[in-house]
């Protein structure tokens, strides 16, 4: 029904930067009473549980962990229903598979969508 794509992923030195992407697509966008209220980022490295990197709500009101403000930015096409994940200054600890996060609303829906995962890999 609603399907994410991820892309972006891939090694990178600390201290570089890379940008993720995640388009949402489905046959419900084309009918207007559905929407997508927040995209968001999610993080799961080897071992520990899934976190929240980023997330923007259909206000553009953003939201970070702890351990990225500043280094991370999100935005959002909303035209597109795409969101974007914008690392710099990455960190070794910032190695995770990436998960793209929305949130589709409409009437007798409110459920939140994953992407595939994307993975990122930050190199010492």
């Known amino acids: 029904q609603v399907r994410l794509v991820e892309s972006g992923g891939g090694l990178v030195q600390a201290g570089g930067s890379l940008r993720l992407s995640c388009a949402a697509s489905g046959s419900i966008f084309s009918i207007n009473i559905f929407s997508i209220n927040a995209m968001g980022w999610y993080r799961q490295a080897p071992g520990k549980q899934r976190e929240l990197v980023a997330a923007?709500?259909?206000?553009?009101?953003?939201n970070y962990g702890d351990s990225v403000k500043g280094r991370f930015t999100i935005s959002r096409d909303y035209a597109k229903n795409t969101v974007y994940l914008e690392m710099n200054s990455l960190k070794p600890e910032d190695t995770a598979v990436y998960y793209c996060?929305?949130?589709?609303?409409?009437?007798?829906?409110?459920?939140?969508?994953w992407g595939q995962g994307t993975q990122v890999t930050v190199s010492s």
């Open positions: 923007i709500t259909s206000g553009g009101i953003t």
């Open positions: 996060n929305a949130d589709v609303v409409g009437p007798g829906l409110a459920e939140g969508y």
